[in-house]
């Protein structure tokens, strides 16, 4: 039953959180090239391709932030984006962190 609850607030959290990175990243669409354009991470290049491609898409960024696995292969490049980030690392901690502490509770 647990686990039952901690796959439904993990699923609904990449619902959630995968939705607004989704808005708050994906930049100014080009219709020149058919794609989201966003302002770079580095500087150098005034514009890039967004990563948050679809809000299915950004789910893979949910997932990895909300396990803390952090890849870094999509990062937000945004103040909005960054704050979303901020708000999904914590709710990682704790939607880990509980169930985890539950479970090694049970090996004493």
Known sequence: ?????????????MLVLG?????????????????YLRQ??????PKSTSPYVSIPK??????VTLT???????TPTTEAGQFVAT??????MVLMAMPITIIGANFT
Do not use: H, N
């Open 58 to 63: 950004s789910f893979w960024w949910v997932f």
């Open 40 to 45: 770079s991470s580095t500087g150098m290049d």
């Open 19 to 35: 939705s607004i990175i989704f808005y708050a990243e994906k930049g100014q669409w080009d219709p020149a090239s058919g794609r």
């Open 87 to 92: 708000v999904a690392m914590l709710t990682g």
């Open 68 to 74: 803390t696995v952090g890849y870094g292969d999509i």
């Open 1 to 13: 039953m647990g686990f039952c609850i901690l796959f439904v607030f993990t699923g609904f959290a």
